[in-house]
């Protein structure tokens, strides 16, 4: 039984349901909502995408910014960013709030820029 894939190419700052599985450790596991990350000009041009798990549990930590998506408030796990293969993504949920995505890249930013 073939499983649906996404027909076009996905952008920064949608949110798509992502393949996760297998994982190993304490990396986020399942099939969930995941924000993507990358730049429209890499996810245009390579097989992959860089996104971030979005959760509704876990800790409240500085690195994992609160969102509110599908009436559910949660966090997106800047901390658990993955590339993977265009092949785990399975269905276009829809986008943030562009406060949410500029608060978002302003930690990635800052996570990048203070290592």
């Known amino acids: 039984m073939a499983v649906a894939r996404l027909a076009r190419v996905s ?14 450790g304490s ?4 099939t969930r909502p995941c924000l993507v990350v ?3 000009e890499l ?4 097989r ?8 509704t549990g876990g800790h409240a930590y500085p690195f994992r910014p609160r969102c509110r998506f599908a009436g559910k408030d949660g966090r ?5 960013l993955r590339t993977v293969d ?10 943030l709030s562009p406060a949410t995505l500029a608060t978002v890249f302003g930690v990635l930013a800052d996570m ?3 290592a």
């Open 48 to 55: 992959t995408v860089i996104v971030a798990p979005m959760t």
């Open 11 to 24: 952008s920064r700052g949608e949110v798509v349901l992502v393949e996760l599985d297998p994982t190993r």
């Open 86 to 95: 265009r092949e785990r993504l399975r269905k276009r949920l829809g986008v």
């Open 112 to 114: 990048f820029e203070h």
């Open 76 to 80: 997106v796990a800047l901390d658990q």
């Open 27 to 30: 990396e986020n596991r399942k």
């Open 43 to 46: 996810n245009h041009h390579l």
């Open 38 to 40: 990358s730049p429209d």
